[in-house]
DNA sequence: GCCAACGTTGGC
DNA sequence: GCCAACGTTGGC
């Protein structure tokens, strides 16, 4: 099997929390929405069964590394794209009659018994290349080093779910 | 609520 | 293919 990789996903905890991942069946979602070629693209080709997924919440008070999460289904197609229910529906897909959006099912393993918020991990000196620590990164799934990924679950005190 | 950064769209 | 306009993200 690869080597194991490392992700961050965010999420705004107004629309889909840490906690409502917690909460869903198996502790299990498919991430939909991600409507960004570049971060599609990691979806669909980069992200393996059983990689280690950050998932941090934006736009909340205060943004921050919640818990930990891992991939339990690679890249599929994002059915909401089709859904003209869905606040994900995208005309243009439907207009293909397939979707070119991306999701993987991700479980909730750890939560972190200490979030990490931005202000805190700006403080750490080995984070500074983080790609979400700069100025202007605003990609939603993105990749995240092994020793970033051991150094924000260290500091977060994860506990098992 | 403001605004900087970025991605996408569409006129030409 | 250029680029201005527009929409979105997301910190503050």
Same mark, same amino acid.
């Given at each position: 099997m690869a080597k194991r990789k490392y992700w961050l996903?965010?999420? /705004?905890?107004?629309?889909? !929390?840490? =906690?409502?991942?917690?909460? *869903?069946?198996?502790?299990?979602?498919?991430? =939909? %929405?991600?409507?960004?070629?570049? *971060?599609?693209?990691?979806?669909? &080709? =980069?992200?393996?069964? %059983? &990689? %280690?997924?950050?998932?941090?919440? !934006?736009? *909340? /008070?205060p943004s921050a590394v919640v818990g930990l999460a891992e991939v339990v289904r690679e890249g599929y197609p994002d059915a909401a794209a089709l859904d003209p229910k869905?606040?994900?529906? &995208?005309?243009?897909?439907? *207009?293909?009659? /397939?979707?070119?959006?991306?999701?993987?099912d991700v479980k909730a393993t750890h939560r972190f018994s200490t979030p990490l918020p931005l202000a805190q991990l700006r403080e750490l000196a080995p984070l500074k290349d983080m790609v979400l620590l700069r100025k202007g990164s605003r990609l939603s799934v993105q990749p995240v080093t092994e020793a970033e990924f051991e150094l924000i679950g260290a500091n977060g005190k994860p506990v098992k779910i």
């Open positions: 996903m965010k999420t /705004e905890p107004d629309v889909f !929390s840490f =906690e409502d991942l917690v909460a *869903a069946p198996r502790r299990t979602t498919h991430w =939909e %929405g991600v409507r960004n070629y570049q *971060a599609r693209n990691l979806l669909r &080709d =980069e992200l393996k069964k %059983g &990689d %280690g997924v950050l998932i941090y919440h !934006s736009n *909340a /008070e869905s606040e994900y529906f &995208d005309p243009k897909a439907k *207009a293909k009659g /397939e979707s070119p959006w991306c999701v993987v």
